[in-house]
């Protein structure tokens, strides 16, 4: 553990559940990062997640912490934040979490642009489950429920939320990990809903059958095909990292208090 | 003071929770409980609360939960097919023991059914509809001025049992309109908050009560909640003796107050040879029909359950040695709960599933059949 974070983690909820090699842990890492240079007060974050591997990361911080149900997160985090908007909060997601079961509620909390932070973390896979196949498994990779190569196309999740109104949106990796510090700290400063897409690496239940030896073969993958936005155009299989949009609108949360006070003038 | 006003059951609830201090409302509609959402839309930002329209019940018991979470007193309102969609995170709030409050307003037939007929089908689904063992507790009025109070009611006994509380009502107290007192001075039960500091606070603790104090989110009081079994500090655990532990405080903790929880109104009992045992909006009938019965001679009283869940069954326990009618609209529901008392011998059922209302001249001569 770096002592220079250690303060942000629950060190009795350790040792934690991820496999060797597998890129949550970085993740986590980056957020806590992200949080310590904001400066944000310890007891006014929430983080709320759903279910899978991914989402277990709350269970292992040490602020206000809600781990959910499958795909609800969002949900609940809205409840939240509209219920008590100067809490920051946070929302970590499995990309099955995020983008199957949960999907409505991903369109509908970028639809409002509450002002969430949700980092969805993308490996591919159904990890917890064991490797079935999420709406984000590229097209032709393996998963045990997809055994013969997968026939459907992922989803652009990034494209979906800012279709359905977020103000914010970055890919990084856990490769690069810095990066995704950074748009992490820019996501939480843009008053609206902002999407962080973390690509991760699944060594167990995703690398194994898609040809990954190694979890450094994985991130060297994504080494190689992360493209910098702005810099180039992107190749097969290549994909952008770093800020991918970003727009204004009215905020959930600013607007509901507007109206509060516009009650109380008197005019409705 | 009191206010007296012609109200539908709805609105009574609505004014319920307003009078229980209700902060945030999310919901989706559907009929007949839409009026307790439009309400709520129109008075919460009046009052420095929050409504929201969710995108799908799922989303609405999430946000309530949520919102509970960091203090406010949260409601929903459904009926059967969002109160389905609605378990998976009522199961959530009851095991991580946040307190909100749950109303459906039943309607008839299972899926869409019969959207704007009455039912009372949904007993079961109020007891059980959620997965895994767990305590329950949910009302039945049967009048709109008991809608009114069994939603303060409600919210009482959810902040300080910290639980979901179901209300269950049904089409007809949910529409009907009648006079109603809106009474202004019941007592309001708040949630019991940690009196130590946040380094001694153990979110789930073990204690005689049964029942945690309860921090709320940003209150420096910071802990895990999980869905997950988990050990008194909130964090997730898989030993067998710890998760016993939990789910026999969680499974229990009703017991030591059923006193309190459990409500029920009782007629004419002491001389009845046939116990009339009615809940919600078939109690209305019933009643008009034990004074028919009366006026023909024959000994009849009313049982009404108020809680339904955890059914009063040592109250019904004490009518021993007289005959039971059970009139329901559904196919026999609750009526199991009064066979587990005394054996289905002399306990008799009375049963309409078509939407329609069950009518005092119905129930009149099933209970001239039973005493005959
Ligand atoms: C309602 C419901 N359906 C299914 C599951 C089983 N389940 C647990 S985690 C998971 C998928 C997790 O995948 P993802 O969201 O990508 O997270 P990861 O484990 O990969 O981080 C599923 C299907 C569940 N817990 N709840
Ligand atoms: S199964 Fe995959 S995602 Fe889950 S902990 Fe293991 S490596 Fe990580
Ligand atoms: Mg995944």
């Keep these: 553990m770096f002592s220079e974070i250690s303060e942000y983690f629950r060190t009795e909820a350790l040792p934690h559940i991820w496999c060797p090699g597998c890129g949550i842990g970085t993740v986590m890492q980056a957020l806590v990062r992200a949080i310590k240079t904001l400066q944000l007060d310890q007891n006014n974050v929430v983080v709320v997640s759903g279910i899978g591997c991914s989402s277990r990361m709350t269970g292992y911080l040490d602020f206000n912490t809600l781990h959910t149900t499958h795909g609800r997160a969002l949900a609940f985090a809205t409840g939240i934040k509209a219920a008590k908007p100067e809490l920051d909060v946070f929302v970590v997601m499995g990309d099955g979490d995020a983008a199957a079961i949960g999907g409505n509620h991903f369109i509908h909390a970028a639809r409002r642009n509450i002002d969430l932070t949700a980092i969805v973390i993308n490996n591919s896979i159904y990890g917890m489950t064991g490797g079935q196949s999420s709406p984000l498994t590229p097209h032709d990779k393996r998963a045990t429920t997809s055994p013969y190569g997968n026939l459907e196309r992922p989803l652009q999740l990034l494209a979906v939320a800012q279709a359905a109104g977020a103000t914010y949106g970055a890919r990084a990796t856990t490769y690069h990990n810095q990066l995704l510090t950074k748009v992490i700290i820019d996501a939480y400063n843009n008053p609206g809903f902002s999407l962080v897409e973390a690509v991760s690496q699944c060594p167990v239940s995703y690398g194994r059958r898609n040809k990954f030896k190694t979890p450094a073969d994985m991130l060297r993958w994504q080494k190689e095909h992360g493209v910098m936005k702005g810099h180039k155009e992107i190749g097969d299989e290549e994909f952008f990292i770093g800020e991918i949009f970003r727009a204004q609108a009215p905020e959930y949360t600013r607007e509901y208090e507007k109206l509060r006070q516009r009650l109380q003038r008197g005019q409705r | 003071m009191s206010e007296a006003r012609l109200m539908q059951g709805n609105e009574a609830c609505a004014e319920g929770a307003l009078a229980a201090g209700v902060r945030f409302f999310a919901g989706y509609p559907i009929t007949p409980s839409t009026e307790i959402a439009e309400i709520m839309a129109e008075k919460l930002p009046l009052v420095g609360g929050t409504f929201i329209q969710m995108e799908d019940e799922i989303g609405s018991m999430a946000a309530v939960i949520g919102a509970s979470l960091t203090g406010a007193k949260a409601l929903t309102a459904t009926s059967g097919p969002g109160f389905s969609l609605k378990q998976e995170n009522i199961g959530f709030a009851i095991a991580t023991e946040v307190p909100c409050v749950v109303v459906d307003v039943q309607r008839a037939g299972p899926s869409t059914g019969l959207p704007t007929s009455p039912a009372q089908a949904d007993v079961m689904q109020a007891r059980w509809g959620t997965h895994g063992d767990h305590p329950a507790i949910v009302l039945s009025p049967s009048s709109v001025q008991e809608c009114y109070e069994l939603t303060v009611q409600a919210f009482n006994f959810a ?60 209150e420096g009081y910071r802990y895990h909640v999980t869905g997950l079994t988990h050990a008194e500090n909130g964090l997730p655990t898989g030993k067998p003796e710890v998760a016993g532990k939990f789910l026999a405080r969680l499974t229990s ?69 007289r005959s039971f009618l059970v009139p329901e609209m559904n196919n026999g529901q609750l009526v199991g709960e009064v066979e587990r008392v005394f054996g289905p011998k002399n306990v008799h059922r009375y049963n309409r599933i078509d939407g329609e209302l069950i009518t005092p001249s119905e129930i009149l001569e099933k209970i001239r059949e039973v005493m005959a």
Excluded at chain 2, 197 to 216: C, F, L, Q
């Design chain 2, 159 to 218: 902040e300080e049992f910290r639980t979901a509380v179901i209300m269950l009502m049904d089409e007809v107290v949910g529409h009907l309109r009648e006079k109603v007192e809106l009474i202004e001075n019941l007592p309001i039960v708040n949630r019991k908050r940690p009196s130590v500091p946040p380094d001694r606070y153990i979110p789930y603790e073990n204690n005689e009560s049964r029942i945690p104090d309860m921090a709320n989110f940003g």
């Design chain 2, 253 to 321: 903790k009703l017991d030591l107050y059923l006193d309190r929880i459990q409500l029920w109104e009782e007629a004419e009992l002491s001389d009845a040879d046939l116990v009339a045992v009615a809940y919600g909006c078939t109690a209305r009938p019933v009643r008009e029909a034990i004074t028919a019965a009366r006026r023909e001679g024959l000994k009849v009283g009313l049982f009404r359950p108020i809680t339904i869940w955890p059914f009063p069954a040592g109250q019904i326990a004490k009518l021993g040695g």
